[in-house]
């Protein structure tokens, strides 16, 4: 990519349209992420309904790590359907001391209630 995607997010919210990029492709889609990732430098927020432990996963697992070893202030929010206490990846992201990791949790019906998600999202947007 020639124009970060910082910059062409900076661009649109200025000229009074959403900083949201769609990527329809696929690897398009991945190739942002991990060059999110790589360029980050003071901050990368991160929110996945899904994670997987598949190659794109630990790819990416890979590049969010490498960039909190250089200082980067990760924030990740994940489903609560996607954290194992016991996966050691996940430990190893909660226990990085620039990494935080967030969870959130579903009301009991399976649904989180809207307003509770609302709440969450801005604290994390913050």
Partial sequence: METSISRIAHDKI???KSGLLLVPDNYDAF???VLAARSSVRRLDLM???WHDDHTGRLLFQEVFRAAERGVRVRMLLDDANPRKNDSAYLAL???PNIELSC???AASGNAP???LWKL?????R
């Fill in 121 to 125: 999202y801005c604290a994390f947007s």
């Fill in 94 to 96: 909660s226990n990085h």
């Fill in 104 to 106: 959130l949790i579903r």
């Fill in 14 to 16: 200025k000229a009074g």
């Fill in 114 to 116: 809207s307003c509770a």
């Fill in 48 to 50: 996945y309904y899904l």
């Fill in 31 to 33: 190739a942002v992420r």
